[in-house]
């Protein structure tokens, strides 16, 4: 199509016109930035201090962040404090060697006792420290909605990033500093019966877990293994749905340093597998992908960066043959759940092996699971081991479980 002006001898050697940016590039951004860092100013930091320390039953949250509290700073706010650590595995905080240097309980199985009625009676939080997000536990998110307290929501951005609304105070300043302010002083006023209870839940329910995942082999158990078996360091990525939850629930913290990172929000399961091989190019740490079957397929293109990217992973492929999130809802007996919400595909994941060379392995049973985990993260290429399971079998664990840990918890 011959097109007007168009010169049949190609690009003109002046194209630029002499301007050397246009055919060199900048050396250098186009704008260069320059943070600040907000820091609380004296009058908050008295106000802050004075709420903490009349506190008998306070609280550290720490919910999902990207550069958020920094484990330093959060180990020097919880010793000030004496208040226990509620660690969201997206908070970069539920790992580390902060879990066993600090004397308070850094807590990671809340998501599976907060609901009880055990934890009822203890009261209400008087106050609460909270950083990052909203918490990926809805136990814990609804336990702060209803807990009548005073709640601090420290948030560098003043973006007022909850789900809930319960915040009562923001507190627009950077988290290191603010915990580090607030620390400036000795603030424990905490009963020793409110950390012992956190204690003792923590111990409940982790017995509980490893009881339950030595006897049975189930989706919540792989989630524990992971968390459990990742080497130190690593970076962990954990699809949404189901892997994220139980990585909350049955992750238990750990002195390791891993960072755990998810992909929630608008965009949903689409570009899991992308994601997380882009986060482990940018990082020499071994990286462990775990995610579900129908996020899998639905990224499977992402696969290709395996070999674009020079990224090695170990995939751990939970394939329940559907979304298993879905039989939460209240409609999994309703005739359309199958095909409208479950979404059934007995697609056979194997061939990706050939297709994206990969090595691909179907083990079955946990102590399979284990060796060949173990084995995996220490070994060039990328390894998927698929886990097969049926969906409502692993809610039926995850139920029992927690009536199991509340019934302990009810119990002397
Ligand atoms: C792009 C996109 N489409 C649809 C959804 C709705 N959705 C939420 S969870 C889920 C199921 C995911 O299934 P799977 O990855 O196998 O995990 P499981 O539920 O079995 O844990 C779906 C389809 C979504 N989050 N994102």
Known sequence: TPVPDDDPAGVPDDWAGGDDAAETGRDGPFVTTSEGVAVPDEGTVDRV???????????IVAGPADQGLSADSLERLASATGFPVLADPLSDLRFGPHVDRLDVPVCGGYDGYLGSDSVEQWGDPDVVVRFGASPTSKPLRQYLRDADCRQFLVDPTGGWSEAEFTATDLLVADPDATADALAGETLDG????WREQ???AERVHWDAVDDTTAETYWEGGVLSDVAALAPDPATLFVSNSMPIRDMDRFGRPRDADLTVLGNRGASGIDGITSTALGAGSATADPLVLVTGDLAYYHDMNGLLALGRCA??????LINNDGGGIFHMLPIDDHPTFEDQFRTPHGLDFE?????Y???FERVADRRQFRERFAESVRADGTQVIEVQFDAGDSHAVRDRLAE???ETLAGD
């Open 49 to 59: 201090q004075d709420a903490l320390r009349a506190a008998e039953r306070g609280l």
């Open 190 to 193: 905490v009963a020793a019966s």
């Open 198 to 200: 956190f204690a003792r």
């Open 311 to 316: 990224v090695d992973a170990t995939v751990v």
């Open 351 to 355: 061939p990706t092996e050939a297709l």
């Open 357 to 359: 060379s990969l090595e």
């Open 404 to 406: 199991q840990v509340a």
